[in-house]
T-cell receptor, first 116, second 119 residues
Framework: AQSVTQLDSQVPVFEEAPVELRCNYS??????LFWYVQYPNQGLQLLLK??????LVKGINGFEAEFNKSQTSFHLRKPSVHISDTAEYFC??????????????FGQGTILTVHP | DAGVIQSPRHEVTEMGQEVTLRCKPI?????LFWYRQTMMRGLELLIY????????DSGMPEDRFSAKMPNASFSTLKIQPSEPRDSAVYFC?????????????????FGEGSRLTVL
């Protein structure tokens, strides 16, 4: 079975600084990878996804992530954060090709707090 | 277009009472998921449906929990009787393969959640 580990539970950062949120996954077969964001008192929304092709994927709000198969990682980055990026971020994985029939596995989440 | 709609947004009830949470998925989506979110356990998949049929309910914690999807536009999650440890935010999410007959690619659309407090 696949699993996801988010290496940091909380990441504080100052406004306009760069940020990296780390995610490692474990799977013996090909996977699809996702980052979701949850703003306070809201549901999760998709930030970006990797299904195949280019290992560098760009998402909404200036975020990007790089799929590294050899290191089984899918770290999320943003070169300059804003106060409005304060939220909880979830990495998620699913087996590629539809074989897992809908079972998306989420990490424990990383709370990003952007300070002025 | 309307997103996933959940009701109620907040529910406070007493131990032993029945709780019913409701969800209307995005029109045309044929997958529907119920998740529970707590500080201790994070996001847990409780059950999901495909074309109104329950596919995997292995995440349902115990017999007190039940979920139904009588048609493509409505689902309920019921807890009877409720207990304080059921206090959590319950999310409904829907999805579509994108291409007819294509594989599920994992992109979920979440509702805003139902915050349940059992006293």
């Amino acid at each position: 079975a696949q699993s996801v580990t988010q290496l940091d539970s909380q990441v504080p950062v100052f406004e306009e600084a760069p940020v990296e949120l780390r995610c490692n996954y474990s799977s013996s077969v090909s996977v699809y990878l996702f980052w979701y964001v949850q703003y306070p008192n809201q549901g999760l929304q998709l930030l970006l996804k990797y299904l195949s092709g280019s290992t560098l994927v760009k998402g909404i709000n200036g975020f990007e992530a790089e799929f590294n198969k050899s290191q089984t990682s899918f770290h999320l980055r943003k070169p300059s954060v804003h106060i409005s990026d304060t939220a909880e971020y979830f990495c998620a994985v699913i087996l590629a090709g539809g074989t897992s029939y809908g079972k998306l596995t989420f990490g424990q989440g990383t709370i990003l707090t952007v300070h002025p | 277009d309307a997103g996933v709609i959940q009701s109620p947004r907040h529910e406070v009830t007493e131990m032993g009472q029945e709780v019913t949470l409701r969800c209307k998925p995005i029109s045309g989506h044929d997958y529907l998921f119920w998740y529970r979110q707590t500080m201790m356990r994070g996001l847990e998949l409780l059950i999901y449906f495909n074309n109104n049929v329950p596919i995997d309910d292995s995440g349902m914690p115990e017999d007190r929990f039940s979920a139904k999807m009588p048609n493509a536009s409505f689902s309920t999650l019921k807890i009877q009787p409720s207990e304080p440890r059921d206090s959590a935010v319950y999310f409904c999410a829907s999805s579509s393969p994108g291409l007819a007959g294509g594989p599920f690619t994992g992109e979920l659309f979440f509702g805003e959640g139902s915050r349940l407090t059992v006293l």
